[in-house]
């Protein structure tokens, strides 16, 4: 029986290898608009991966449709790159494609010289905080022509597709959408009119195309917006899409002010191909799904129920570029999964870094090879979370001879913690990933081993690394001895349990995490909500109180002004959203002086407060821990450490750390 997900298929007069394309993603790699080796590397080996089709950018049409991180495309300037990042994917194997795009009122003026965006009316912002300049009807035209003339030079680079960007509140959705475009002329109005724009720059781009290269446009499901545009409007807009010319349509969800989560963890795989679906059965052209689809078994679903025609895999091809590769030959079990997070990816466009990942060290750094050694070391890894485990497959894959040491039961260390919570639990699966690349690289992993002199006077390794990450902070508050009080790591763990009045002291990532946890224990779980949902069996209204609503009470106790402040600006604002819709209970700028054995008292704007609670758990901090170093130093040994037993940090600076200990061993 043939694999569905390996399947050619034809967009236009192009075929494809298989049903695998890699949407565009702004890598941030660029710099003065110019393709840079960095990013010809990241996608060369995303192509040699085995994905059949590969869209770079977004890619700019003219100076005020993107930033300078970019790729240009809206000079003859930039046409040398582009033709090196063209040859490179397609000397890959697979299909090159180019996105262009016109932000529209999301740039920012820091990129245009102090001048304002540009939009079809001057409605404010949300994202960028600036209100953005309306267009003249003929600088709409000039804008229709610069679609035009960049997708010229992508053919002249020798891309084999072009894809417009007609969705995510950019300048050809903006125009669509009645929330951001209240002009009263031909391009506003009626939904006629507002799909004119998107359909004039679909139709020039095809006539300067001429046929030669296939067109794909990226649209919106849903954007997710109040008095925006919602599925029926969308539906048509792709119907009309395809009847100008459009060979393809690309599914898209949400704008980025949008307040529903379209990329994090608790997002479930697949979920939102329901819209491409829809748009399926309107159209004869071929239909691409997006979205938190991370694995092989998730695609082929979609394929084979009729969701889609080709689905769009991005941040798993940043996890691991070799997915289509080994999915094709039964080597699905060696996959490593994007986890969601957005640490590396998404949090670094904000901090206007080069993306880079957390599953995945080398993306981002494909130049950094793992040569084999010369000289092969006896390497000893001491602790099995995401600093050892990446340290010692980085070491083994250069040649060394690695032995892993773990003290517990399990391998993953702080990864089993962070994937308990709500919509977190594709950490479990980062950690179930990285074990068996251990074994796959040959790394002897002794587990309930507990390193000390002894052991390593015996061993002697030429090596050590030393990873045995962090613990958790006990603060210096009297009481915190008493039987009530717990570490929010026993709670994530699952060995201690909480009462119904909770105090959780610390409002970080994982005080959040914890909260959120225990709130949600006492909630219905989805199979349950589809069950009563189908049978009628409840309101909808009463099953979103039962899918939020519990008998604890969670306080969510703070010292400084905000909760949240070490997520990261991609997790954050849905884990806040959380914390108001399960009705936990927060308290900044607070703190606790004295535990109670009936509660604790905390001090507030100058006031002492009691607070009557069942159980109080700490989650004010975690220190490192690393009582091998100074062994390390008497029995004049050669050591290296990472992640958290160096400095406490977050899991993607655990996964860096160790794999360039691992592989930097000399």
């Known amino acids: 029986m043939s694999d569905t997900l390996f399947t050619p298929i034809a967009i236009g007069g192009l075929t494809i290898k298989n049903r695998i394309l890699m949407p565009a993603m702004h890598m941030n790699m660029c710099r003065d608009f110019q393709v840079s080796d960095r990013l010809i590397r990241f996608y060369r080996e995303r192509a040699e991966g085995g994905a059949g089709a590969i869209i770079v950018g977004y890619a700019t049409v003219d100076e005020y449709s993107g930033g300078p ?92 597709l072009v894809e417009l960007l007609a969705g995510t509140g950019y300048l050809i959705s903006s125009f669509l959408s009645p929330l951001t475009n ?61 009847a100008a010319g459009a060979d393809a349509v690309s599914i898209n969800v949400g704008w980025h002010e949008a307040q529903v989560p379209q990329i994090v963890a608790k997002v479930p795989r697949g979920v939102f191909a329901y819209m491409a679906r829809a748009i399926k059965k309107q159209v ?24 889609c025609d080709l689905v769009a895999v991005g941040r798993a091809l940043i996890a691991d570029p070799r997915f289509p590769e080994k999915a094709a030959n039964g080597s699905e079990e060696k996959i490593v ?48 979370g995401a600093a050892g485990m990446f340290a010692a497959i980085a070491a083994a894959g250069r040649g060394h001879r690695v032995t892993l040491h773990e003290s517990g039961l399990r391998l993953g260390g ?53 990873a045995t990450g962090g613990e958790p902070v006990v603060p210096p508050i009297p009481g915190v001895d008493l039987p009530h009080v717990v570490q929010a790591w026993d709670i994530l763990a699952g060995t201690r349990q909480a009462g119904r009045r909770v105090a959780v002291l610390g409002g970080g990532a994982v005080g959040v995490e914890t909260a959120l946890l225990l709130a949600e224990e006492g909630t219905l779980s989805g199979d349950e909500l589809k069950f009563l949902l189908v049978h009628g069996a409840e309101r909808p209204d009463e099953l979103y109180r039962l899918a939020t609503g519990h008998d604890r009470e ?22 806040l959203q959380d914390v108001e819709r399960y009705g936990i209970l927060p308290i900044t700028g607070a703190r606790v002086v004295a535990i109670a054995p009936a509660g604790l008292r905390f001090e507030q704007d100058g006031q002492i407060i009691e607070l009557q609670v069942d159980t109080v ?8 821990r690393n009582p091998l170093r100074q062994v390390a130093e008497v029995l004049g040994l050669r050591c290296l450490a990472a992640g958290d037993a160096v400095t406490p940090g977050t899991v993607f600076e655990a996964s860096h750390q160790g794999w360039q200990a691992g592989r930097t061993i000399r």
């Not at 446009?217 to 109040?226: A, I, Q, S, T, Y």
């Not at 969670?554 to 884990?575: D, P, Q, V």
């Open 284 to 307: 004869a052209v071929p239909v691409i799904a997006g979205h938190r689809i991370n694995d092989p078994q998730t695609a082929r679903h979609l394929l084979d129920e009729g969701f």
């Open 554 to 575: 969670i306080h969510l106790i703070e010292m400084t002004g905000s909760l949240g402040a070490n997520f990261g600006k991609t997790t954050r604002w849905g884990m």
């Open 182 to 242: 209240k002009r009263e002329d031909r391009y506003g109005g009626s939904l006629e009119n507002r799909m004119r724009f998107g359909l004039e720059v679909v139709a020039a781009v095809k006539a300067r195309l001429g046929g030669e290269v296939p067109v794909i446009v990226r649209v919106n499901g849903n954007d997710f917006m109040d008095g925006g545009i919602g599925r029926p409007d969308q539906q048509a807009f792709a119907a009309a899409l395809a």
């Open 337 to 384: 999964h994007c986890v969601a997070c957005g640490q590396g990816c998404f949090d670094h466009i904000f901090k206007n870094k080069a993306v880079e990942c957390l599953c995945n060290p080398r993306a981002g750094h494909e130049d950094e090879e793992l040569e084999p050694t010369a000289e092969p070391k006896k390497v000893m890894v001491v602790g099995g």
């Open 617 to 624: 758990v700490l989650a004010v901090g975690t220190r490192a």
């Open 414 to 466: 702080q990864l089993r913690l962070a994937g308990r919570p709500p919509g977190r639990g594709e950490f479990l699966v980062l950690a179930d990933d990285l074990e068996r690349q251990l074994a796959a690289a040959g790394v002897e992993v002794r587990m309930q081993s507990a390193v000390d002199r002894r052991l390593l006077e015996q061993e002697r390794p030429d090596v050590l690394i030393l």
């Open 69 to 160: 991180g970019n790729i240009g495309c809206h000079h003859d300037d930039h046409l040398p790159g582009l033709m090196r990042l063209a040859t490179a994917i397609k000397g890959g194997g697979a299909r090159a494609g180019i996105q262009l795009n016109h932000a529209g009122r999301y740039n920012l003026s820091f990129y245009l010289g102090g001048r304002s965006a540009v939009a079809p009316s001057a409605v404010p912002s949300r994202l960028t905080r600036e209100t953005p300049r309306e267009l003249s009807v003929d600088e709409i035209a000039a804008i229709i022509g610069r679609f035009a003339e960049a997708a010229g030079r992508a053919r002249d680079a020798g891309f084999d």
